[in-house]
C-alpha cells in the first residue's frame, strides 16, 4: 500500500466544520481519509468498526486533535505569487492601482525563470501554512525566457491543489494601454502558448491536482480580440477563464473611455460571463452588473486586503450573494497584499463587510463559506470544499488552545475568525499530510526562503540600477 493509499483516521477534534449540505457541525468529531478521498464523517463515538481495528492493528494512522477545529482547507481563488518578491517596495508603497502598476511593471519586467520557479513555493508556503489547501495563481507577464510552466513545475513540487492561470497582456503604453511596451507579448503567441499549455497540463478530471485557465490580466492591457479568441479557445477545450474587472473607479473610467461600456457590458458583450468565467475584485461592479453576474452564474474573487491597502473600496459581497453570484476568496498578489495568510483574509473579508455595511453585513460562518464552498463554485468545482464523504481529501485543523484564543471556547467556529489569525497544526491535501504540527512536511523552508530574499534583492537591484546590473 502506497502513501497516498493510506488510511488517516482524524478524531476527537473539538468541531468538524462539515460545510456539508446541512452545514454540519460535529463536536468531538472525526472524519476517515481513504486515499485521496473522504471516506466518512462523523462523531468520533461513532468511528465504525472496521476503522477501529485498523487503528488498532496500525493499518491507519490514527491523529487525535482535542482543542482543534477540524475543516476544509481553504480555497484561493486569484493571485500573483511571482509579487512576494516585491513586497512593500517603496515605491508603490502609497499609490492606487494605475500608479502602483506602472511602479512595478519595471521590476517585474527584469522576472527570471528561477525567480518565478522560487516565488511560486514561497508564495504556496505561506498559503499552505494559513489553511489553503487549493489556489489559483495569475501569472501575466513572461519576461527573460519564463513560462508557465516554471510555475506549474514548482507547485507539483509543493503537492497543492492548483489552478495555473495563463495571464497575458498584448496592449502596451505605445497602443493606448498602461503596461509597458516591453512586457507585453504578440497576441498569435499567447493563443498558441495557451493552447500548448492546455495540451500539456489541463487535468479535467475529477480529484485533479491541476488545471489550466486562460487569463487575459484586464481591459486596460489587452485587446476586444484577445478576450474574445481567449473566450472561443478556452470553451473549445472546456478550461476556465479568468480576469481582473472594475477593481477600483479609474478601471471603470478607463472602460467608459475606451470602450462605451461598463465592465460588466465589457465582460458580456466579449462573452465573459457563465459559470466556466471568474473575475477579480469587482470592486466597483454596478447593480446591474451584479444582476449579470448573478443570472450567468459568473463568479468573483473578493480580495479584501488587497481593495483596503490600494485605496479601491469595498466590494458589495451581501449584494452579490444575495443575487446568486458566486463569491470566492482570494488574497491577492504579495505586492498589494503584503501577505498571503488565507485564513487572514477570512477575518478581513468579515471586518471589511462591516465597515462598509453594518456589524450584521457578513458573519463569522458565511466568511468560512465563501472561503471553502465559495471558492470550489468559482473555480468550477463540486470536488472540494467540504467535508463530506467521496470529496477529494482537503482538511486542515487550527489548534485553539494558545493565548490567542484563551476566553473563545463559547464558540471555537467563530474564533477561528474573530481571533487573531491562527496558523495551521495539520493540513491534508489529496490525502497526504503535508503540513505535520505547524511544520511543512518534506521540505526545509529556511533555504527556500534564503534563495527567495537573494532573488528579491537582485531583482530590485537591477531594476533601479540597470547599467551596473
Not at 464523517?41 to 492493528?57: F, H, K
Not at 471603470?252 to 477579480?280: N, Q
Request: charged share 20%.
Amino acid at each position: 500500500m502506497g502513501a497516498a493509499d493510506r488510511v488517516l483516521i482524524l478524531r476527537h477534534a473539538d468541531v468538524v466544520v462539515t460545510m456539508d449540505a446541512q452545514r454540519r457541525e460535529i463536536a468531538d468529531g472525526a472524519v476517515v481519509v481513504n486515499g485521496r478521498a473522504i471516506e466518512w464523517v462523523g462523531p468520533s463515538a461513532e468511528l465504525p468498526v472496521p476503522w477501529r481495528e485498523a487503528i488498532a492493528s496500525g493499518s491507519a494512522e490514527a491523529m487525535d486533535l482535542q482543542g482543534h477545529v477540524l475543516m476544509p482547507g481553504l480555497v484561493n481563488t486569484h493571485h500573483h505569487m511571482y509579487q512576494s518578491l516585491t513586497r512593500v517596495v517603496p515605491e508603490a508603497q502609497d499609490a492606487e492601482l494605475f500608479g502602483w502598476l506602472s511602479n512595478l511593471y519595471l521590476l517585474w519586467a527584469r522576472l527570471t525563470p528561477e525567480m518565478v520557479r522560487v516565488s511560486t513555493q514561497t508564495a504556496m508556503a505561506e498559503l499552505m501554512l494559513s489553511g489553503c489547501t487549493t489556489t489559483s495563481d495569475h501569472l501575466y507577464l513572461f519576461p527573460n525566457g519564463s513560462r508557465l510552466d516554471d510555475s506549474i513545475e514548482a507547485a507539483d513540487a509543493m503537492g497543492m491543489r492548483f489552478h495555473a492561470a495563463r495571464g497575458s497582456m498584448s496592449v502596451g503604453r505605445s497602443a493606448g494601454g498602461l503596461p509597458p511596451d516591453s512586457v507585453v507579448e504578440s497576441e498569435a503567441a499567447i493563443l498558441a502558448d495557451s493552447e500548448r499549455l492546455i495540451g500539456r497540463w489541463h487535468d479535467a478530471s475529477r480529484y485533479s491536482m491541476r488545471r489550466i485557465v486562460l487569463a487575459p490580466c484586464s481591459p486596460f492591457s489587452v485587446s476586444r480580440d484577445l478576450m474574445r479568441e481567449s473566450a472561443l479557445l478556452a470553451r473549445s477545450h472546456g478550461v476556465s477563464l479568468h480576469t481582473h474587472l472594475a477593481e477600483n473607479d479609474n478601471d471603470v473610467a478607463y472602460s467608459r473611455e475606451k470602450f462605451g461600456m461598463t465592465p460588466a457590458e465589457y465582460a458580456e458583450d466579449l462573452g465573459w460571463v457563465g459559470r466556466d468565467v471568474w473575475h477579480a475584485h469587482c470592486v466597483k461592479l454596478d447593480p446591474a452588473g451584479i444582476a449579470l453576474f448573478g443570472r450567468t452564474g459568473t463568479g468573483v474573487a473578493h480580495c479584501p486586503c488587497s481593495n483596503m491597502r490600494l485605496g479601491s473600496g469595498i466590494a458589495p459581497v451581501g449584494a452579490m450573494r444575495r443575487a446568486g453570484v458566486p463569491v470566492g476568496l482570494g488574497v491577492d498578489g504579495s505586492a498589494s497584499n503584503d501577505g498571503a495568510h488565507m485564513l487572514g483574509e477570512v477575518r478581513q473579508a468579515m471586518l471589511l463587510q462591516r465597515v462598509g455595511f453594518g456589524p450584521a453585513a457578513l458573519n463569522a460562518r458565511e466568511a468560512l463559506e465563501i472561503a471553502t464552498l465559495g471558492g470550489a463554485r468559482v473555480l468550477g468545482r463540486d470536488d472540494i470544499g467540504a467535508l463530506v464523504p467521496g470529496l477529494c481529501a482537503d482538511l486542515v485543523a487550527f489548534d485553539l488552545r494558545g493565548v490567542a484564543h484563551a476566553g473563545a471556547g463559547h464558540d471555537p467556529v467563530a474564533a477561528l475568525v474573530f481571533c487573531q489569525s491562527a496558523d495551521v497544526s495539520l493540513s491534508v491535501i489529496n490525502g497526504r499530510v503535508r503540513v505535520r504540527d505547524g511544520r511543512l512536511v518534506g521540505m526545509e523552508l529556511e533555504p527556500l526562503l534564503a534563495r527567495h530574499r537573494a532573488l528579491a534583492r537582485d531583482l530590485c537591484d537591477a531594476a533601479r540600477h540597470p547599467h551596473t546590473a
